[in-house]
Nanobody
Framework: QVQLVESGGGSVQAGGSLRLSCAAS????????MGWYRQAPGKERTLVGH???????DYFSGVKGRFIISRDSTKNTVYLHMNALKPEDTAVYYC?????????WGQGTQVTVSS
């Protein structure tokens, strides 16, 4: 079993920065892919980006250049560094881990960006 715990959400003004963390515990395969999704009120959950076991990230185009995903495999932790935040980035952010065809999700952390 795998558990994911996110932290670091909060409220910030437009143009500000936040860093989210997601710590994974349990049976983690070394080639597991970790990533971030977000869900704005009344909208579907969408991909922000993910990072493979080699540390290579890939991003949704709407955040490319502003968000950075990094990973510390020694701690089974993935980070989402969010810069130049916009009000439309307001959402609940979820961490995801994929391995052996199974997806695991964190509980989500709220990010609110005010104009």
């Amino acid at each position: 079993q795998v558990q994911l715990v996110e932290s670091g959400g909060g409220s910030v003004q437009a143009g500000g920065s936040l860093r989210l963390s997601c710590a994974a515990s349990g049976s983690i395969f070394r080639f597991a892919v970790m990533g971030w999704y977000r869900q704005a009120p009344g909208k579907e959950r969408t991909l922000v980006g993910h990072i493979n076991s080699g540390g290579v990230p890939d991003y949704f185009s709407g955040v490319k250049g502003r968000f950075i995903i990094s990973r510390d495999s020694t701690k089974n932790t993935v980070y989402l560094h969010m810069n130049a935040l916009k009000p439309e980035d307001t959402a609940v952010y979820y961490c995801q881990l994929r391995q052996y065809g199974t997806e695991y999700w964190g509980q989500g952390t709220q990010v609110t960006v005010s104009s």
